[in-house]
Each structure stands twice: as structure tokens, then as C-alpha cells.
């Protein structure tokens, strides 16, 4: 694992138009240019906002990669929940969920589905 | 004595990228009104430049290279890095004053260890509050960081020591100064919990901090802040930092967790400016 590495690919990416014209054009370019695992460069490469958040990407960093993405936020929300359903739970980092998973937003839980 | 205004207020991306999807209009535009009662307090103190104590969001700094405490040092800075069309608020240039970064760093460095950045980009952190504070972008910003976002942070007592320094700074120079610390008291952002408050933990804070209750303030710990208050109670390093500036007791003139939509109680508040 080096969620070190991964990070800063997310840093670097969410702050310098450069790179993110870089991982628009070939994400592996950009990619290859970290010690990543395979999981975490598919991760990336898909734009895997559930397994990121597993993998304890933080999450100032992760929620500006996914409005990077055009991610909505109750969709970015629901995405880290999915995560943890299918991967389990977050294995490092502060960013954790301390509870069921539960919405803590009417507006979340009224939406249309 | 130059600094004429100290206060503090909460940011986040929600409090303008989110605002049109609230139901809860009215408890929204009653904090819109206070941050524009801030405006005008700041706007009436005479400020010539504006202290912006934030806790950034890997905007600038990261594990590579983090500083615990950090100024910001240029004529102009760039914001935000986030995608406009997100936040809500058009990507701009925000002037900054160079000459008294450098004067403020030089004061704050006899007592307390800084690192200072002559290239900043402001993430929500300190655009939220400008959008509100400086809606035209006219007063030159001081950026300030605390790291309240990579372990390990800074103890409170030092986050409390750069308070008193950076008041020391701004009583050194001619310019009539303002100073807000911005941040969240508890929360959880950006994670699935976002919109969790825990407001007896809020308002028992808001009473130490507006009481300059400084051995209560330093007795919090990470660890329990953590548990009860989420990874977004450690930026209540930049309150802390503000009251130390201030000295003087303060006020509080807005809180509410009934915009859980926002992912923080929001608040504002200012101090007295104590001699």
C-alpha cells in the first residue's frame, strides 16, 4: 500500500490545470508517473471514488477530486458508502465513518431518486 | 494599536456551492445575514488588510513539506483551486500586501517558529469566508494557515503561542489590521457522515472560547476532539488562535446546526480587542 503516493497524485492533480489536462488526455501517463499498487492506479484510472475512500485517501482531498470529476454531492456522498459496502472498511487515515451510513441531511434523504 | 478587528466565522464548500439546494432557506439567509454583519463591522473598524487564519485543505501544503504554521506572503493569490461551477464562486485574483507579510513574519518569527509562502492558492477555506467578508476582493488578505488537516498538528498551547505572536506582529505596524480565524467547530466533513454535529460539544466549546477560558481551550486533545467532534474539530486551532490574538472576551452572533447541508455548525463571532 503507499497512500503516500496516492495522495499526492490527488494533490498534485486537484491543484495544477497542467496535470489535469494531462490525466484528461492518458491517465496512465499521468499514472505512471507514481509507486502505485495496481489497486490504487485502478482506482484511479477509474475514478473509483468508493475504493479511494476505503484505501484512507483523505477526504479534503478526495472531495475536490471528485468535483473534478463533476461528481454531484450526494452522489459523492452515496459513492463512499458503496465503497465501504463492497470493500469494506476504511483501512486508514481519519476520514472514517463512524456510524451505519446513515444520511445526516434531509435534503439527501428527501431527494428524488 | 493596530489590529481593530478580531473575530471568527465558519467556512465550507457547501455555504455557497450547496446554498441552492437547502430547504431550510430562511436558517440559510439568517447566516448570510451574519457574515454580512461581519462585513460591515470589519468594513466600519477601517481594516486595511485582512488577516485570514484558515486550516486549508491540501490546497498548498502537504506531507511532504508541511508547516505547522504558515504566512502568506505576496501581492496577489489565486482562488479557488476547486472547480468554480462547484463552489460557486468565479475563480479570481485576490490582492494581498507583500511588504507587510514580510514585516508580520519577521515580528511573529521572535517568538514563534513560521514558514512563510510568497505562492498560495485559496481553497474554500479562505474563499468562503472572502465571498462574504470581501464580496469585491478589494482588501488586501493576509493568508495564515494552521495545519489542522496532516497529523501531527500542532499542540494547542503552541496554536495559542501564534495567537499572542501574531497579535504582537500586528500591534507592530502602522496599518489598521483585521483578523479572523476560520474553520469548523465539530463536524465530519467530506466523508459519509458529513451534515453529524454534535451541538452540546459546539456550544460548550463557543462558551470557552468567548469567555477566553485559555486553560480549558488548551485542555482539549486530539483524541477526544476526534471522538466527539469528528476530524473537522481540529480546526478549532484557528478560533483558538483568533482569541489569543484578541485577548478580549467575545460574543457570539450566530450559530446554527440546523443547515446540516453545510457539513458544520455554522457560526460567527468576534472579540473584544483587549490591551
Same mark, same amino acid.
Given at each position: 500500500m503507499s497512500l503516500y503516493q496516492l495522495q499526492k497524485f490527488l494533490y498534485v492533480?486537484?491543484?495544477?490545470?497542467?496535470?489535469?489536462?494531462?490525466?484528461?488526455?492518458?491517465?496512465?501517463?499521468?499514472?505512471?508517473?507514481?509507486?502505485?499498487?495496481?489497486?490504487?492506479?485502478?482506482?484511479?484510472?477509474?475514478?473509483?471514488?468508493?475504493?479511494?475512500?476505503?484505501?484512507?485517501?483523505?477526504?479534503?482531498?478526495?472531495?475536490?477530486?471528485?468535483?473534478?470529476?463533476?461528481?454531484?454531492?450526494?452522489?459523492?456522498?452515496e459513492l463512499m458508502r458503496q465503497g465501504i459496502a463492497r470493500h469494506g472498511p476504511v483501512r486508514a487515515g481519519v476520514y472514517t465513518l463512524t456510524g451505519g451510513g446513515e444520511s445526516f441531511t434531509p435534503e439527501e434523504r428527501e431527494r428524488p431518486q | 494599536m493596530s489590529l481593530v478587528y478580531a473575530g471568527v466565522l465558519s467556512h465550507a464548500p457547501g455555504i455557497t456551492g450547496r446554498a441552492d439546494l437547502v430547504k431550510n432557506t430562511a436558517e440559510r439567509d439568517a447566516l448570510y445575514a451574519a457574515f454580512d454583519r461581519q462585513r460591515q463591522d470589519i468594513e466600519a473598524s477601517g481594516a486595511e488588510a485582512l488577516i485570514v487564519i484558515a486550516a486549508e485543505h491540501f490546497a498548498?501544503?502537504?506531507?511532504?513539506?508541511?508547516?505547522?504554521?504558515?504566512?502568506?506572503?505576496?501581492?496577489?493569490? !489565486?482562488?479557488?483551486? !476547486?472547480?468554480?461551477g462547484w463552489l460557486k464562486i468565479p475563480r479570481t485574483t485576490v490582492p494581498g500586501n507583500a511588504a507587510l507579510s514580510l514585516r508580520l513574519v519577521k515580528e511573529t518569527m521572535q517568538t514563534v517558529d513560521v514558514a512563510y509562502a510568497e505562492e498560495w492558492k485559496f481553497d474554500h477555506g479562505i474563499m468562503v469566508p472572502l465571498h462574504f467578508l470581501t464580496p469585491r476582493f478589494d482588501l488586501p488578505v493576509i493568508p495564515v494557515n494552521i495545519n489542522c488537516q496532516g497529523p501531527p498538528l500542532a499542540p494547542l498551547h503552541r496554536v495559542w503561542a501564534f495567537g499572542e505572536a501574531l497579535r504582537r506582529a500586528c500591534d507592530a505596524q502602522p496599518e489598521r489590521i483585521a483578523l479572523v480565524g476560520t474553520g469548523g467547530i465539530s463536524h465530519w466533513p467530506a466523508t459519509p457522515d458529513s451534515g453529524k454535529i454534535n451541538v452540546a460539544w459546539d456550544r460548550a466549546f463557543l462558551d470557552r472560547l468567548l469567555a477566553q477560558d485559555r486553560d480549558a481551550l488548551l485542555a482539549y486533545d486530539d483524541v477526544a476532539t476526534y471522538r466527539e467532534a469528528g476530524q473537522g474539530?481540529? !480546526?478549532?486551532?484557528?478560533?483558538?488562535?483568533?482569541?489569543?490574538?484578541?485577548?478580549?472576551?467575545? !460574543?457570539?452572533e450566530f450559530y446554527t446546526a440546523e443547515l446540516p447541508i453545510f457539513a458544520v455548525g455554522c457560526t460567527v463571532a468576534h472579540f473584544t480587542v483587549a490591551s
Open positions: 492533480l486537484n491543484r495544477e490545470p497542467q496535470a489535469q489536462a494531462r490525466y484528461r488526455e492518458n491517465s496512465d501517463d499521468l499514472i505512471a508517473d507514481y509507486d502505485l499498487t495496481d489497486e490504487e492506479a485502478d482506482a484511479l484510472r477509474n475514478g473509483d471514488i468508493g475504493l479511494l475512500y476505503v484505501l484512507g485517501v483523505n477526504g479534503q482531498i478526495l472531495m475536490h477530486y471528485a468535483a473534478f470529476l463533476g461528481i454531484a454531492w450526494f452522489d459523492y456522498l | 498548498n501544503f502537504f506531507m511532504n513539506n508541511m508547516p505547522a504554521f504558515c504566512l502568506g506572503m505576496s501581492d496577489r493569490y !489565486e482562488g479557488p483551486i !476547486e472547480d468554480p474539530g481540529f !480546526e478549532i486551532r484557528t478560533y483558538i488562535a483568533a482569541a489569543a490574538a484578541a485577548r478580549g472576551p467575545g !460574543e457570539l
